[in-house]
């Protein structure tokens, strides 16, 4: 139970703003699981969605990182952490959403759309997928819920919208760890 205190801390906490975006890195990662609730997908994908930037609370400074040209790999640094408190099936999918951000940038219509800070960061997080690691990524289990957590990822950056709260998310997170 420590590490569910720590993570509602770390959302209660932490002020800094999603990267090039006028929402907190919370509001952030609430709206996903909002969006992913909203979509009627399973708890297990709910759970990934709104712990998916974890890393960037681990990291320092993500601002920084962005200055400095090098690429936090937070989706790495998150799972990691999260792996040994929670289930596979949440963790997998935030270790892929960056993974799946490169293969859907693929196609031209959805880079576009893509903000200025996130094209920067698709950049320094290696660019689209070739065609092999595009084929490679689909036969992968945990594709589709990675493809998922990353679209609405993509759209969890809205300011006055009515948001929850990490407390009405405890009970999830409680029920999904190992
Ligand atoms: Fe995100």
Known sequence: MQIIDKIISNFTNNKSLYIGEKVTMSEHM????????????????????????????????????????????????GHEYL???????????????VLAKRYLAKDKKYYDHLSEASKTSLNLQGGVLSNDECSKFENQKYFKPSILLRKFDEAAKKT?????SIYDYKRLLVSKLK
């Open 30 to 77: 609430i709206q996903t699981a909002m969006l992913a609730e909203k979509a009627k997908c399973n708890d297990d994908l709910i759970c990934s969605c709104l712990l998916h930037d974890y890393g960037h609370f681990i990291l320092e400074n993500p601002d920084d990182l962005i200055k400095l040209n090098v690429d936090g790999h937070h989706e790495n640094i």
């Open 83 to 97: 792996k040994s408190f929670f289930k596979k099936n949440i963790v997998e999918p935030i270790k892929y959403h």
């Open 160 to 164: 006055n919208i009515k948001m929850k």
